[in-house]
């Protein structure tokens, strides 16, 4: 049994993880995929002061509190992020970490550093795409009934995770079992991005050939890819 943490990205929450968690757990792997503070369900908790820091300490605590080991980190997309911190704030207990087309921030970076395209809504708490542009470009390319799932549960982010530099003092510079998972169809975070991550953390390299929700679109070829590094 393995035990496998997987963290979601931006305008997301636990759900997105749905069916690559059903797949590991129906191969007897212990799976948590929480909704980070803000987010999805805990949508009702936004507020000031959320930041990739405070949203990788509930992770940590959530390690600590049931007393989990040598555990498989899994990051998408900003909670690549995520992934980083906890596992800088957790070594002891994390055993590998995976970056499923996800950002890697060097220590000081901002999310607007690697994505320049501006929010169709910002609240001063929380910001992200408008409800249309979720349903004609982030979730375009899924099959209708997944699309329309997708997007009645879609969330707005909350904004300092996007424009609050990232605090890594040590990520970088320790060694991690890692692996890098590539979508050819995502604009962003892009290639060349992921290939940064690869080269300095000397992971493994994989490429799927789908759009930035591979848990949505190729949730058998994810899951295969996240079992075996």
């Known amino acids: 049994?393995?035990?496998?943490?997987?963290?979601?990205?931006?305008?997301?929450?636990?759900?997105?993880?749905?069916?690559?968690?059903?797949?590991?757990?129906?191969?007897?792997?212990?799976?948590?995929?929480?909704?980070?503070?803000?987010?999805?369900d805990r949508a009702g908790q936004l507020r000031l002061g959320i930041t990739v820091e405070t949203q990788a300490a509930e992770i940590a605590q959530l390690l600590f509190y049931e007393d989990l080991h040598d555990v498989v980190l899994v990051g998408t997309s900003s909670g690549g992020m995520v992934l980083a911190k906890t596992a800088e704030l957790a070594r002891e207990r994390v055993a590998r970490v995976v970056f499923a087309d996800a950002l890697a921030l060097q220590n000081g970076e901002a999310v607007s550093d690697i994505v320049t395209r501006p929010a169709g809504i910002?609240?001063?708490?929380?910001?992200?795409?408008?409800?249309?542009?979720?349903?004609?470009?982030?979730?375009?390319?899924?099959?209708?009934?997944?699309?329309?799932?997708?997007?009645?549960?879609?969330?707005?982010?909350?904004?300092?995770?996007?424009?609050?530099p990232v605090q890594l003092e040590s990520f970088w510079?320790?060694?991690w079992d890692a692996s890098v998972i590539y979508c050819r169809q995502a604009i962003n975070p892009g290639e060349a991005h992921q290939r940064r991550c690869?080269?300095?953390?000397?992971?493994?390299?994989?490429?799927?050939?789908?759009?930035?929700?591979?848990?949505?679109?190729?949730?058998?070829?994810?899951?295969?890819?996240?079992q075996s590094g």
């Open 1 to 40: 049994m393995t035990i496998f943490i997987l963290i979601h990205g931006s305008y997301q929450g636990g759900w997105i993880w749905q069916s690559v968690a059903t797949r590991l757990r129906a191969q007897g792997h212990l799976v948590h995929a929480p909704s980070l503070d803000g987010c999805a």
């Open 122 to 164: 910002n609240t001063g708490l929380a910001l992200g795409p408008t409800p249309e542009d979720v349903e004609g470009r982030l979730f375009a390319s899924l099959a209708p009934d997944l699309r329309v799932w997708a997007v009645a549960r879609y969330t707005l982010h909350p904004v300092a995770v996007h424009t609050v």
């Open 198 to 226: 690869a080269e300095a953390l000397g992971a493994r390299w994989h490429e799927l050939d789908t759009g930035h929700y591979p848990m949505l679109s190729a949730p058998d070829e994810l899951t295969e890819l996240i």
């Open 173 to 175: 510079s320790q060694s």
